[in-house]
């Protein structure tokens, strides 16, 4: 089983609607949750942390945190086209005198005109 | 403020050499990690460096090595290349210690194994 989970898409949405990615993770243990973007060919972005359960919201971007269903969302309000990456959940684990984080293989997001 | 910098941006090495990669944290950041991405993949850890000690390692193997100078910057090695090696390596720093804080990447090392 995959520590963390996303659908590899790819999504397309139209612009200017709401994109929804989602995320699901293994370890219940886990204490914090990231969304990063990356463009093709280049490094991931932290777009979006979160911490404990509910909303977040900052921007165009919420990030959703449902610790009893091990599940991590964002909402990308008002797509445009610079909104097309990859999407990458991170979760962020503790490990013995160290942390990692642990990441999906990211959602591909595709805004069309 | 600086952000985290990585050199060099693109690398190409032959299997069995062996391959220095370097990170300068972002001003303020004591703590750098690591990873590797391969192509279609997520980021993987590789491990973590705090006040120049490794603070947790990923499943990786020894030949994959690392220093963390007092400035707080940092260098991974590889030695023995293969061609499994060949990836998107790629450096975050955070603002603290050891826990789970935000962690921010560099632009990248793109090594190519040969």
């Known amino acids: 089983q995959k520590e963390v989970e996303q659908n590899s898409g790819p999504l397309s949405v139209p612009e200017g609607a709401i994109a929804s990615l989602n995320c699901t993770y293994s370890?219940?243990?886990?204490?914090?949750f990231f969304w990063y973007r990356q463009y093709s060919g280049k490094s991931p972005e932290l777009i979006m942390s979160?911490?404990?359960?509910g909303d977040k919201e900052d921007g165009r971007f919420t990030a959703q945190l449902n610790k009893a269903s091990q599940y991590v969302s964002l909402l990308i309000r008002d797509s445009q086209p610079s909104d097309s990456a990859t999407y990458l959940c991170?979760?962020?684990?503790?490990?013995?005198?160290?942390?990692?984080?642990?990441f999906g293989t990211g959602t591909q997001l595709k805004v069309e005109l | 403020e600086t952000g985290v910098t990585q050199s060099p941006t693109h690398l190409i090495k032959t299997r069995g050499q062996q391959v220095t990669l370097r990170c300068s944290s972002q001003?303020?950041?004591?703590?750098v990690s690591w990873y590797q991405q391969a192509l279609g993949q997520g980021p993987q850890f590789i491990f973590q460096?705090?006040?120049?000690?490794?603070?947790g390692r990923g499943n990786f193997p020894p030949r994959f090595s690392g220093l963390q100078f007092p400035n707080y910057s940092s260098e991974l090695n590889v030695n023995a290349l293969e061609l499994d090696d060949s990836a998107l390596y790629l450096c975050?720093?955070?603002?603290?210690?050891?826990?789970?804080?935000?962690?921010?990447f560099g632009q990248g090392t793109r090594l190519t194994v040969v």
């Open positions: 370890d219940r243990g886990s204490q914090s």
């Open positions: 001003s303020g950041h004591n703590t």
């Open positions: 991170a979760v962020g684990i503790l490990t013995g005198g160290g942390n990692k984080l642990t």
């Open positions: 975050a720093s955070s603002p603290t210690g050891p826990g789970v804080s935000e962690a921010f």
């Open positions: 460096y705090y006040r120049e000690e490794e603070n």
């Open positions: 979160i911490y404990s359960n």
